[in-house]
Structures are given as structure tokens and as C-alpha cells.
């Protein structure tokens, strides 16, 4: 399988937080090839992003010249709009974790960190950009456009097929290939919750998720008992959809992602207890 070259840009004015972050790219180089760059103010961060289309970008927080926070609201101005941003320094306060969500940030490092911590961001994006193959089950032609476009729009990379009904999705899932299933609930004939006791009977590791405009603690349960891994409630988008693949693949929750439980019933008796 051939994987694409991965870009990456360090900047920050330590050269010693440089090398720490190259260290922890290091072990990642016997198997991808990775071009990194380093700088060491926010200027020429700027004006690498918008040369270059950058994969990830490890960028500290106070800089010479433009910060960081201010060369993250600037990419969305650059090749590397999609990039996979870090930010680091010793601390973070209110106001630059605000720019960094609001820009789509992705993670945080607190200096020190260990070339450990940078290795598992490489590696999270490696996991990130590996093809998924799903399946979207709906009866309606234009859900299943809107939610090829959500999961388009996800930082994670999928291979979408559809199916517009449970008759028509278990004939799909016959072939093995499927890892995700999202399937709507309200369906004529077979819904949503007895499609995934059929999916169920097939595979145990496939993850199955529910969509429903309904959120009701009756059938989140019913849901939960068939074994299916979680719930969507419309409308979603795909930061629900990254959140969702966090949860899958068991990756750590990043700092700047949504946070959301996969039933709302555990949330709610979470609340009340």
C-alpha cells in the first residue's frame, strides 16, 4: 500500500522544544516518509503554511512576532487550512484556548513534554488518514447525501457506500469489508435497532451507530441491549462524526475536540446521581 508523504511544521523560538518534537518524529520515519520543517517565529510559520500544504503543525504559543494563536486564525487563509494543528507552551489561558478551538485546532502540549506525547500525535494522525470503509443506511436519498457530506468534512478519512434499506445493507455487509455502520432508526419494514441485531449476529467489531431525530432513554436502552456502539442525534456534524471515531478506535481524547457521550441516558444519570 502506498502512503503519501507527511508534512510537518514545528515552530517555536526553543530550539530545545524543536528538538524534542523531532525526536518524537523520528521513530515514525521506518515507516512514512515525513518532511518536517522548522521555525522559529510565527512569521515564517505564516509564510511556510501558505507555500506549503502542511499535514501537522506543532506551534507554540508565544512567539516573536505573531504568536500562535495568531498564525492559527491566519491559516484558515493558507494550503494548509485542513492541517492537523498542536499547540504547546507551559500554559494555556482562556483566551488562546478560545482562538484554538474556534480555528480547529486539534491538540495541546504542556512544556515539558516528552518526545513520547509528540510520537502519539504522529501516530493518532496515521490512524486518522487510514481509509475506513462505511456504510450509511437510510431510506432517505437526501440523508444519505447529507451525511456522505458530514463524513466528508470529518478530519478522518472513510469510504463511503450507502444502502437504503435493512434488506439492502445486510446484503452490503455480506462482503466483510465494512468497519462503521450508521444507520437511521425510522426505516419502513426493518428499523434501525433490528438491523443491528442482524449486523450483530454477523460481526461483533463492526461499529454500528444509530441515527434518530428521537433521543428518548426507551430506545437509547434498546439500542444499548442489541449492542450497538452509539447515537447520534440529528443533526449532527462531523465533529460529532470525529468524536465518534475517537471513541472506535480508543484514540485519546484530544484537547480542542468535542466531548459527548455515546448514549445521552448515561449522561442524564450522570447528571441526576
Excluded: W
Excluded at 480555528?103 to 504542556?110: C, D, E, Q, S, V
Excluded at 510520537?119 to 487510514?130: D, F, H, L, Q, W
Excluded at 470503509?133 to 456522505?148: E, N
Excluded at 435493512?166 to 419502513?188: E, I, W, Y
Aim: proline content about 3%.
Amino acid at each position: 500500500m502506498l502512503h503519501k508523504m507527511i508534512r510537518v511544521l514545528v515552530a517555536d523560538d526553543s530550539a530545545i522544544a524543536r528538538e524534542v518534537v523531532n525526536e518524537g518524529i523520528k521513530p515514525h520515519r521506518n515507516n512514512r516518509y515525513i518532511e518536517v520543517d522548522n521555525v522559529d517565529n510565527g512569521q515564517s510559520a505564516l509564510e511556510l503554511l501558505k507555500r506549503k500544504q502542511v499535514d501537522i503543525a506543532f506551534v507554540d504559543i508565544n512567539m516573536p512576532g505573531l504568536n500562535g494563536p495568531e498564525v492559527v486564525a491566519a491559516m484558515r487563509d493558507t494550503k494548509s487550512i485542513d492541517c492537523l494543528t498542536v499547540a504547546m507552551s507551559s500554559d494555556l489561558d482562556a483566551r488562546a484556548e478560545t482562538v484554538f478551538k474556534q480555528f480547529g485546532a486539534y491538540h495541546f502540549l504542556r512544556k515539558p513534554f516528552r518526545q513520547e506525547d509528540v510520537s502519539e500525535v504522529i501516530a493518532t494522525y496515521m490512524t486518522m488518514t487510514t481509509t475506513y470503509p462505511i456504510l450509511i443506511v437510510d431510506d432517505s436519498a437526501t440523508m444519505r447525501k447529507l451525511t456522505r457530506k458530514i463524513l466528508e468534512n470529518s478530519r478522518f478519512d472513510f469510504e463511503i457506500s450507502e444502502a437504503d434499506s435493512a434488506q439492502a445493507a445486510l446484503r452490503a455487509l455480506a462482503s466483510g469489508k465494512f468497519k462503521l455502520v450508521l444507520t437511521d432508526f425510522h426505516m419502513p419494514g426493518v428499523d434501525g435497532i433490528e438491523l443491528a441485531g442482524s449486523i450483530r449476529d454477523l460481526s461483533s467489531k463492526i461499529g454500528i451507530y444509530m441515527m434518530s431525530t428521537n433521543e428518548t432513554s426507551y430506545l437509547e436502552r434498546s439500542a444499548a441491549f442489541v449492542g450497538i456502539s452509539g447515537f447520534l442525534k440529528k443533526p449532527f456534524n462531523a465533529d460529532d462524526i470525529d468524536t465518534v471515531m475517537h471513541e472506535f478506535l480508543e484514540l485519546d481524547t484530544p484537547k480542542f475536540g468535542k466531548v459527548r457521550d455515546m448514549f445521552s441516558f448515561m449522561e442524564r444519570e450522570r447528571k441526576a446521581s
